[in-house]
């Protein structure tokens, strides 16, 4: 849909994660600076003494120009209706021959459009877009044309070339292939290798012999009492564990990991600034998605085997009291701002929404979950929309909700700002409205919860430079959160109530796919920024909900019969997290900056070596949910 949006790129992180260990070996690597911000030019002192950051490429400015100074403005290629910012002023030369040189520093993450003014009437003298290479060293001439002083020429120059900045995703990225390739041959070598074990044995003749007798009626342990066994063994039973949901979870668990403690730095690793979608973008909605999943299978189990539904509702009570508080503590921790103040505590975040969500959605089963005949006993085609239609209490509730948050984001009046505001504010929308970042869902949590409470760094201030606090998981984006969950019902009741028809699962989950994309690509008009609704997860608004949701089914369509049906893949390494999340979520947050998540960078602009260190720290969380599963600890809350 949004511009943003690259499978590939999704694709890359599942690799990169799984190419980690090996990867490790690439580079020793320093401290994450404090993001160095490469979005925004910086204005340098005219000795061309400049400290290159990450994401920068050093441009000259010659002004050839004897008698104009120039003033020189800089946005980005990505920056949506953004109000041009000045990079540079530069001087007159004098006299005709002579050279007026500033030197700055540009961004290198997007295109960069450059217009070059005259200083004295703001007239535009001449307007390029070029897109810098890291590191690269160019010159920006301006000079008369020839034999024609009225006309005016820019001329870019190459001095040096850049970096290419991507080549360590590619080396990851074909690591993490090889590894799996070579992982695969391996097993299949060794499944060759019993194979021929059993065939060599076979050939033997006595026990060829052997066979034969056993086939003329002798007992033995493979008679058809055995068969039987094991065929019952291997019937899903309504309890059993559900692989592939465990697998997503993991695999979304994983590369929210790896973007937390940092995605190498790369702007794709990152949140979109404001619209659109990166893959760092991808995953909580997919984690609170497979959580609503997972909260249909477990409550309906639980409530088959006969638990009391008071007793459940003290437990998901509990559960989500337990998650909003954990939440809250890990969101305010006192090492990097010294003791907690009361005045400054952050109360919005992940586990907090989580936990919200997770009540809601819950409480939704507990009420109007029906106990239902024996799924064996379904029959096909009459009730072939019942797992919809059975709860449609539940639609109601969640389509008011959704109602709510529709009503209060584009009729809400927010003081000083247009109603129905859906942008970052800032220099965004030509900087009209600096301070109506988000609109109605950020003055809704500026009002109710207090501007110090909220996160104070939002990915808006990166390209938008943003100045009002605002936070990706405020109270507005919570419907939209519940939202998700309860489309991942839907996929949970489908798993149940369809589980002995893979025809039937997996056509629902491709209609879901389909209808949820259609949804998406209206609101969106297939647009980044253009659409009624855009992608945008600080919002967490419908459009952006309805496209993950579609991804996660069209996951789950692929995961499913691979994972849980036909058994071609365990689902290693994400089932390991993916059945220890809350621990990996809580542990990657509060270790993050101990050894061996992090260590000191040799330099600390380097793409490679945050990469290197960030896809270590991921490898270790995969290994230590992977050890937790051996010794069979999970921690449950
Ligand atoms: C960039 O290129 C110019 C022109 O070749 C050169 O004078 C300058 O020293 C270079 N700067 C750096 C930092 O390499
Ligand atoms: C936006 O907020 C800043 C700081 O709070 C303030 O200085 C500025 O005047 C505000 N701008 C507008 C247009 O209200």
Redesign the pocket.
Known sequence: MGGAWAPGRALAALLLTASALSAALLVPGAPPEPDADAAQPRDVDKK?H?ELKMDQA?L?IQNELPKTNLTVYWTSDRCYHCLPQVLASVSRSGKPGKLSTTAVAVSTQHKSILQLNDTLDDKELCRLEYEFGEFG?Y?LLVTHVHNDASEIACDLLV??NPIDSNLPVSIAFLIGLMLIIVISLLKFLLSLDDFNNWISKAMHSRETDRLINSELGAPSRTGPLGGHDAQTETWPSPAARLRCVDTFRGFALIIMVFVNYGGGKYWYFKHASWNGLTVADLVFPWFVFIMGTSIFLSTTSAIRRGCSRLKLFGKVAWRSFLLIYIGIVIVNPNYCFGPLSWDKLRIPGVLQRLGVTYFVVAVLELLFAKNLPDTCALDGRILSLRYLMSDWPQWLIVLMLENMWLGLTLLLPVPGCPTGYLGPGGIGDWGKFPNCTGGAAGYIDRVLLGEDHLYQHPSSAVLYRTEVPFDPEGILGTINSIMTAYLGVQAGKILFYYKDSTKDILLRFGAWWFALGLVSVILTKATENEGFIPINKNLWSISYVTTMSSFAFFILFILYPVVDLKGLWTGAPFIYPGMNSILVYVGHEVFESYFPFQWKLEDSQSHREHLTQNIVATAVWVLIAYVLYKKKVFWKI
Request: no cysteine.
């Open positions: 061309n400049i050093l000259l060293n010159t001095n040096k």
